[in-house]
């Protein structure tokens, strides 16, 4: 019976709505970036996602010590577990041995996407596991005994995981009323790329050949063998019934070498493609000059050539070009969103929900771009081999859309958060003026009303804060490399302290500079970040830019009969 409703309900995932799914992860190699760092990005997309930065002190337990876990997501308690004899300081979603996490959410398929009835959720997943492992190959080992011992009470996930010198993808869901969870780990080969935005994107993967020993060397092990994860041939890692379990119920009749994870766990959909897979698209795109030929399966057609794992970019990648990756709204492709008449006069590139809707018995979709307007927080995390970890890790952590925010440096040996993301600094229902999250969201929403002209003052400001921020990152990163661990975490936590409140300075400006200049639709000059006036103080004659010729056609053709002088 059971094998018989996991058939029965994959057709659940195949409605052509595209639903409002968030989050967006790129993963950049060592050999891929400029200077040799390994990174990770993160939007977290939700309407109720508060931008914030945790922080965890680490330290040593008592034996018999238990911690409780609460729902990511409701805040209401979850599970107790044993407490690790030792857990690591962390600083959102990076700890102070340079281990980052991100992810992206999809479901999956019914009844796999309502998880376990009690476990491990996706989000403590994640803390648990950065206060317990120190690189990618413990995290995973890790991750994988959590949801073996205590289940896996959430659907599908793609994971990345970043240290200083590897980058991984991994892949889970779980196997509903059964305890525990099917999963799949895969190394990014140095010197590619990849990425996930709320699509299983892991398709067939190398499984182990024979038996495991010591001398041998396979690049591929199951769950059975998982202590053999930390020998460096290895670079994929599965649940030992990956396969079986959905051979068992019926959710795949095939075992050979052309087994999908992807396909099995997470069927391509129009809304799969169009609204997620998309998303990845758009920044291999911008990387990699041979990627028109995966535009159609971009845009949602199933039968086209499919985009690989991963890729190799043209050209090798620098921290701030990874920020500009994350701020994109199909520019330069035929889904560009700032080109249809949905954006309106003023080219604004973002469309309030619902994202699908019907005219005349069709249906249309909306387009899901990287940036979006309901990011509560974004980061890029960057980790560099060559530092001490304290202040070799970085969270470049910024609140609200990515297009529109700023990369401020939080190294991960910091022990003191900045006021302004400070945990329980306002919250969605709770104004506060000294948190980024809402200083942020009124300069963009501001924005939205004449994007064309104010977005160009928010990048200027924003594209001066982070090359400052990086190059101040770089004196400071030499100044304490030597430092004892006391005076470098005191000198790490003035930096990040005192680069937050410049930004925060930085940006009320700007607030209050956008607000004069734009008030009531005129554009008033303005040099240096001033307001100009003549010589007596009057204000100077502000212009009237016009509306586009388009949109006073399409006034023409609306109501013209009523505008037209007679």
């Not at 939007?43 to 990511?72: C, F, P």
């Not at 440096?409 to 948190?435: H, L, R």
């Not at 100044?479 to 009320?508: F, G």
């Not at 307001?531 to 013209?560: L, N, R």
């Amino acid at each position: 019976m059971k094998s018989i409703l996991y058939s029965l309900l994959i057709w659940a995932l195949m409605l052509p709505a595209l639903h409002a799914t968030g989050c967006t992860n790129f993963i950049v190699s060592r050999g891929a970036s400029a200077d040799g760092s390994t990174m990770i990005t993160y939007a977290a997309d939700s309407h109720t996602r508060y931008g914030q930065l945790r922080y965890h002190k680490g330290g040593d337990h008592a034996a018999g010590e238990m911690l409780r876990l609460y729902n990511y997501g409701s805040l209401k308690f979850q599970i107790e577990i044993p407490q690790a004899a030792h857990t690591y300081n962390v600083v959102g979603f990076i700890n102070e041995c340079q281990l980052a996490i991100g992810e992206t959410t999809w479901g999956g398929i019914e009844p796999l996407d309502k998880g376990n009835d009690t476990g491990i959720d996706y989000g403590n997943l994640i803390y648990v596991t950065l206060q317990r492992a120190k690189n990618c190959r413990e995290a995973i080992k890790v991750m994988a005994e959590l949801v073996e011992s205590y289940g896996y009470a959430d659907g599908g996930e793609s994971f990345s995981l970043c240290d200083p010198n590897e980058v991984w993808i991994f892949e889970i869901t779980s196997k509903g009323a059964e305890k525990g969870a099917v999963w799949v780990a895969r190394r990014v080969p140095d010197g590619y790329v990849s990425g996930h935005a709320n699509q299983a994107r892991i398709t067939t993967f190398p499984r182990e050949q024979g038996k495991w020993n010591k001398k041998a060397k396979h690049t591929a092990i199951s769950s059975r063998h998982l202590d053999c994860i930390f020998s460096p041939e290895v670079e994929c890692v599965y649940s030992e019934d990956v396969v079986s379990f959905a051979t068992k119920h019926g959710i795949a009749a095939y075992v050979d070498a052309d087994f999908s994870y992807a396909d099995t766990y997470n069927p391509l959909t129009f809304s799969g493609l169009r609204a997620c897979e998309a998303r990845v698209y758009a920044i291999f795109n911008r990387i990699n000059g041979n990627m028109k030929q995966y535009e159609a399966y971009a845009m949602g057609d199933k039968t086209a050539l499919r985009m690989p794992l991963w890729i190799k970019p043209d050209r090798k990648l620098d921290v701030h070009d990874v920020m500009e990756l994350m701020r994109d709204h199909f520019e330069g492709t035929p889904m560009d969103m700032t080109k249809d008449v949905g954006a309106g006069p003023f080219a604004c590139p973002y469309r309030w929900r619902p994202m699908d809707f019907e005219v005349d018995g069709k249906k249309y979709v909306h387009e899901r771009a990287i940036s979006t307007q309901q990011t509560g927080f974004s980061f890029v995390a960057q980790c560099r081999g060559w530092l001490p970890d304290k202040v070799g890790g970085i969270i470049w952590f910024g609140v609200d859309d990515t297009y529109s925010t700023c990369y401020c440096p939080m190294f991960c040996g910091i022990t003191q958060v900045p006021v302004c993301f400070e945990e329980g600094n306002g919250s969605m229902s709770q104004w506060s003026e000294t948190a980024a999250f809402w200083l942020f969201n009124r300069v963009s929403n501001f924005c939205y009303l004449r994007y064309d002209a104010m977005i160009k003052d928010v990048r200027k400001a924003q594209s001066e804060l982070e090359y400052s921020f990086i190059d101040q990152v770089a004196t400071l990163s030499q100044q304490v490399e030597n430092y004892n661990d006391v005076r470098m975490v005191n000198a790490l936590n003035k930096a990040s302290n005192q680069m937050a409140d410049e930004m925060m300075k930085h940006w009320t400006a700007l607030d209050h500079l956008l607000l004069m200049k734009y008030m009531d639709g005129n554009v008033k000059q303005e040099e240096n970040g001033k307001i100009k006036t003549t010589a007596t103080g009057v204000v100077q004659s502000p212009s009237h830019p016009p509306y586009p010729q388009w949109f006073y056609e399409a006034i023409v053709k609306d109501h013209g009969d009523v505008l037209e002088e007679k």
